[in-house]
């Protein structure tokens, strides 16, 4: 854990010595969980919207874009339960003075029990070798088995409390459990409150004509209030979907971690309009159509695993999370909802118009059932990235800072370098780079000696690097060296083309995604 939070720390400083992030207003010390994206922070992060925008929509028919404002009429966040209950419970520690959310202390509770027995799983495996069955394991080692019951049992109380809104009742939770703050060590509790996280601002110059209005928290109900817009304009037929890709904003308490949880991030949510009834159907669908996109990056299957939520939203009656691996754990990056027609009744009620589809199948109109999938950009992100960097030992014994982004994802798609700068290498490699840079990002580099500028490109992510020497005067080839092996290869620059698709274009990371 140690090590990891070591990484954590190490991403952070590549990320601003390189240019993906900054803190934000860095010149006034910052404002805390606020950041600004880089040169090539931005790059990367709009590869990942691209990933998701043309997985979503240009590769599914029945599902079509929107871009919806930030500001929505008041009433949206009344009618969609936000004003009421969009609350998260908070606890403070009289010694340290430090907030917590109630329900992550018992979150964080149940993932250590939960670490527990995977050590014990895994020493089992150690003793028993081939022979080691892991179900077998877990159904019967006296340890496991006690603590898979003591989750069980956290998660039931949780989920009583919680649903109830009972916050004496997880303040009791928090105490018998005898869960210590981690900066004071006390369990010197206050008592649990309710606190809602929409910002709020004023509309309007002009005294008295001014209202609240707020910064949305979810950029779904942008996509609730454009339903029937979308749905006749496109002459759109259920089930089908409308995706958006936007920023939200929430009060968080407590944000920390990075880019993790902040005040101020983006969404890529998509909301699934299906037959009332053929929700649960849909869900599933989701889940693994979801599951399937993230791990076609290639980051690693065991960094993702799927987690039922305890506590359901005011508006679901099925949710989970894909959890990602990330170097403080396993967190939420993804959140699949079954919202049923909760919003769009909801909208219904509170504009006086309807908001139904008619079926020409069932010769009938009702109020569509709701699948969402929401992912946070900036989780994404960072699950990229903390997959990607890498410090490696070589074979000479000396070591490179690597970021192994998924090459289609990669802020440049290649470099081109040319081994000096005279003798007319620099105005080939030029050339190189005007007949590549229509289709892909390139960066052109001639500064210090070509082993450091492959250092460089390695540390930013760069798949390919080629390199123009006086070969290449005489015959029209380069060499190309691949980040990953530093494996070089000698190509006709007509290849060139040909070798960064193969490697790095949108068809190359698609083309797997539709695979069966
Ligand atoms: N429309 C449903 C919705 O907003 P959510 O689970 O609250 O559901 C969806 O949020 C995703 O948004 C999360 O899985 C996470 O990736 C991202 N997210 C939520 N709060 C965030 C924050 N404070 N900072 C960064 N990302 C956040």
């Given amino acids: ?17 390189y240019g993906f992030i900054f803190p934000s207003s860095e010149i006034y010390d910052g404002l805390a969980a606020t950041y600004d994206y880089g040169q090539l922070g931005s790059e990367l992060k709009n590869n990942i919207k691209t990933y998701w925008w043309k997985a979503m929509v240009q590769i599914h028919e029945n599902i079509v874009g929107i871009d919806a404002a930030i500001f929505m009429h008041p009433t949206t966040w009344k009618a969609s339960g936000h004003v009421d209950a969009f609350n998260d419970p908070l606890i403070d520690n009289k010694d340290s003075k430090k907030r917590y959310r109630a329900d992550v202390l018992l979150e964080e509770h149940i993932e250590k029990i939960r670490q527990k027995i995977e050590k014990e799983v895994e020493k089992g495996r150690n003793r028993f070798g081939d022979s080691f069955d892991d179900a077998q394991f877990r159904a019967t080692n006296p340890n496991v088995v006690r603590n898979t019951d003591k989750i069980s049992s956290i998660e039931e109380r949780m989920k009583n409390a919680l649903e109830a809104n009972d916050l004496e009742g997880v303040r ?26 929409m910002f709020s601002t004023e509309l309007g110059s002009v ?5 609240t209005i707020y910064l949305r928290p979810e950029t779904a109900q942008g996509i609730f209030v454009n339903f029937l817009n979308v749905q006749k304009s496109g002459r759109m037929k259920i089930p089908f979907g409308i995706a958006q890709i936007g920023k939200a904003f929430r009060n968080e308490i407590v944000a920390r971690q990075f880019i993790f949880r902040m005040r101020e991030f983006e969404q890529m949510e998509m909301q699934f309009f299906v037959r009332p009834g053929e929700e649960m159907k849909w869900y599933e669908y989701w889940k693994e159509a979801r599951a399937k996109w993230h791990k076609n990056l290639g980051l690693g299957d065991q960094l993702y695993r799927f987690h039922d939520h305890i506590k359901l939203a005011h508006y679901a009656n099925a949710a989970c999370d894909i959890e990602y691996n990330f170097p403080m754990g396993f967190k939420e990056l993804e959140g699949i909802h079954s919202r049923t027609d909760f919003d769009l009744k909801q909208h219904e009620q509170f504009s006086g118009k309807k908001l139904q589809f008619f079926d ?23 699950a990229v990235l903390s997959a990607a960097f890498q410090n490696e030992k070589l074979e000479d014994g000396s070591e490179r800072i690597v970021l192994k982004i998924p090459a289609a994802l990669a802020p440049y798609k290649a470099a081109i370098l040319p081994l000096i700068k005279k003798d007319g290498l620099p105005e080939k490699a030029r050339e190189i780079q005007k007949l590549l840079q229509l289709d892909y ?49 000698r190509v006709s620059v007509n290849e060139l083309e040909t070798k960064i698709a193969n490697k790095a274009s949108w068809k190359s990371i698609l083309n797997d995604l539709i695979k069966n």
């Avoid at 854990?1 to 010595?17: F, G, T």
């Avoid at 206050?190 to 606190?195: A, H, K, N, P």
């Avoid at 709701?370 to 950009?377: I, M, R």
Wanted: aromatic fraction near 6%; hydrophobic fraction near 30%.
């Fill in 1 to 17: 854990m140690e090590q990891n939070q070591d990484k954590l720390k190490d991403i952070i400083s590549h990320s601003k010595e």
């Fill in 172 to 197: 009791n939770l928090i105490i018998d459990l005898e869960i210590v703050c981690p900066i004071s060590g006390s369990k010197n509790w206050t008592e649990v409150r309710q606190f809602n996280l």
């Fill in 207 to 211: 005294a008295g004509d001014a209202s």
């Fill in 360 to 382: 020409p199948e069932l010769n009938q109109s009702y109020v569509p059932y709701v699948v969402e999938t929401s992912v946070g950009l900036d989780r994404m992100f960072l």
């Fill in 441 to 489: 990002n390139i960066q052109y580099d001639e500064k210090d000696a070509i082993g450091r500028r492959y250092r460089r490109q390695d540390a930013i992510g760069t798949p390919l690097s080629i390199t123009v020497d006086h070969q290449t005067l005489e015959d029209n080839t380069v060499t190309i060296r691949d980040r990953d092996t530093m494996l070089q290869e």
